[in-house]
T-cell receptor, first 118, second 111 residues
Framework: GAVVSQHPSRVICKSGTSVKIECRSLDFQATTMFWYRQFPKQSLMLMAT?????????EQGVEKDKFLINHASLTLSTLTVTSAHPEDSSFYIC??????????????FGPGTRLLVL | GEDVEQSLFLSVREGDSSVINCTYTDSSSTYLYWYKQEPGAGLQLLTY?????DMKQDQRLTVLLNKKDKHLSLRIADTQTGDSAIYFC???????????FGAGTRLFVKA
């Protein structure tokens, strides 16, 4: 089955530093990837939709200068949390749609990255 | 509108059936999904159903869709302790591109 990986799985950083999270589709091409944020005991909140070769589309209330998204290839999207602060601590999950899925709108999810900002 | 609602908690005994319910508000939804999330992990797609279907069965899982009431349910037969997790209902609608998730139902299976 389709596999999506994320790296790192866990990161702890100091306030003010930037953190990059990678999302890769391992065995399929993904023209579209999604970035979600999940707070403890809450649902997933869509942050942005990342399309290969074009600018990401951000959801209302998500700062595009704070959360930089780059979808450089059909298998890789990165999320950079710039000047991270403790309130950015969360579980970040990416997902990808299979380009060759024939119209099915199924997303494949990565295992998530837990970010803790001290 | 964009709203998916689920009950937050369900507790069952091992071997019993579990039924997790979900209501959605967008009548033009095309795909409806059930995902499972174990602690500290991403989401695992369990099953999905097209909006023109009433039922889908996959081994221990049965999905029922009542389009009139906009109600979706997931039944897990012979529930095992390994089924303990959070279950998310989600929908993607025609013409849209986003998937909207419910808050998740935490299933606790007692041995």
């Amino acid at each position: 089955g389709a596999v999506v990986s994320q790296h790192p799985s866990r990161v702890i950083c100091k306030s003010g530093t930037s953190v990059k999270i990678e999302c890769r589709s391992l065995d399929f091409q993904a023209t579209t990837m999604f970035w979600y944020r999940q707070f403890p005991k809450q649902s997933l909140m869509l942050m942005a939709t990342s399309n290969e070769g074009s600018k990401a589309t951000y959801e209302q209330g998500v700062e595009k200068d704070k959360f930089l998204i780059n979808h450089a290839s059909l298998t890789l999207s990165t999320l950079t949390v710039t000047s991270a602060h403790p309130e950015d601590s969360s579980f970040y999950i990416c997902s990808a749609r299979d380009r060759g899925s024939g119209g099915a709108l199924q997303q494949y999810f990565g295992p998530g990255t837990r970010l803790l900002v001290l | 509108g964009e709203d998916v609602e689920q009950s937050l908690f369900l507790s069952v005994r091992e071997g019993d059936s579990s039924v997790i319910n979900c209501t959605y508000t967008d009548s033009s939804s095309t795909y409806l999904y059930w995902y499972k999330q174990e602690p500290g992990a991403g989401l695992q797609l369990l099953t999905y159903i097209f909006s023109n279907m009433d039922m889908k069965q996959d081994q221990r899982l049965t999905v029922l869709l009542n389009k009139k009431d906009k109600h979706l349910s997931l039944r897990i037969a012979d529930t095992q302790t390994g089924d303990s997790a959070i279950y998310f209902c989600a929908e993607t609608w025609t013409g849209g591109f986003k998937t909207i998730f419910g808050a998740g139902t935490r299933l606790f299976v007692k041995a």
